[in-house]
C-alpha cells in the first residue's frame, strides 16, 4: 500500500465511528407491515449501539464526461453477520474498464485483512466479493470497516471513487439457530433480517437469485430489503 493510498484510508477508516451509547430501537410493526413482512423480508436493526457507518454511495466523476454512482449494500450502521467468511455485496451504476480495489481491515490494523485489485465488472449493477475466495476470516466480536474503491488514476489516488461500510461476525443467538430450523430454506433471509444480521439476509436472498436469476419475487424481496437501508438506486437496479 503507498504512504498515498495508506494516509487516504487512515482518514476514512478514522471517519467511521465503532460506538455510540445511543440504541437504535426497530419500528413498531403495524398491521400493514406485519402483511408485507408475509411476502418481504423486514430487516430490524440489532438493538446495540449502532453509530452511522456507511459512506460514499454518491454519485462521482472520473472523468469530465463519466460518473458513476458506487455504493456498498450495507446498513448506516455496524452490519452483523454469523459467519466468518460473508461475501460482501456493493452496486456500481455502469460498466467502466477501471479497476476495482476491495479492502477489509480492523481499526487498528497495521496491515488489511483483504486488499485485493479485482477485474472491472463486465456489467453494471450488484456485484459481490466473497472472504472465502481471498483466504480471509473475520475474528467474532470486532467491527471491520470495507471499502470497494474504483481506481480511476493509480498514480493519483486522490481520485478515487469509493464506498466503504462496517461489518461484525458475532455469534448466532439460540433463538437465529432454532428458527432456520424449524422453516424451509427460502424462509432464510426473513429469519436473518428479523433478527437483525443484515450481511447473512442479504447474502442468503442473493445466493437464491444466483440461483433462479429469472425469479422476479426474489427480485422484488432483495429490493424491499435495500429500500429499508436507503439504498434505492441499488434496490432498482436489483429489482430487474
Request: net charge neutral; aromatic share 6%.
Amino acid at each position: 500500500m503507498n504512504d498515498l493510498k495508506r494516509m487516504a484510508l487512515t482518514v476514512l477508516v478514522a471517519a467511521l465511528p465503532l460506538h455510540s451509547a445511543a440504541a437504535n430501537e426497530p419500528p413498531a410493526i403495524t398491521d400493514n407491515a406485519a402483511t408485507l413482512s408475509k411476502s418481504r423480508p423486514v430487516y430490524k436493526p440489532p438493538l446495540r449501539g449502532a453509530p452511522a457507518g456507511r459512506i460514499g454511495g454518491g454519485t462521482r466523476g472520473a472523468t469530465e464526461r463519466e460518473s458513476f454512482s458506487l455504493q456498498v449494500l450495507a446498513p448506516d450502521h455496524v452490519g452483523y453477520t454469523t459467519q466468518e467468511q460473508p461475501c460482501l455485496y456493493w452496486y456500481i451504476s455502469k460498466t467502466t474498464t477501471y479497476p476495482i480495489e476491495v479492502t477489509v481491515t480492523e481499526r487498528q490494523a497495521v496491515k488489511p485483512l483483504v486488499e485485493k485489485l479485482l477485474k472491472a465488472p463486465e456489467q453494471a449493477g450488484i456485484q459481490s466479493v466473497c472472504l472465502a475466495a481471498h483466504d480471509a476470516r473475520l475474528r467474532p466480536n470486532v467491527p471491520y470497516k470495507w471499502f470497494v474503491t474504483l481506481v480511476t488514476d493509480a498514480e493519483h489516488r486522490s481520485k478515487d471513487i469509493l464506498a466503504g461500510g462496517i461489518i461484525e461476525m458475532v455469534n448466532a443467538p439460540e433463538t437465529l439457530s432454532a428458527r432456520l430450523k424449524s422453516v424451509e430454506s427460502g424462509r432464510a433471509p426473513f429469519i436473518y433480517a428479523e433478527e437483525g444480521f443484515w450481511y447473512d439476509a442479504l447474502g442468503a436472498i442473493s445466493r437464491m437469485i444466483e440461483a433462479s436469476p429469472k425469479d422476479a419475487d426474489l427480485r422484488r424481496q432483495r429490493a424491499s430489503l435495500l429500500e429499508q437501508v436507503g439504498l434505492s438506486e441499488a434496490a432498482e437496479s436489483g429489482s430487474r
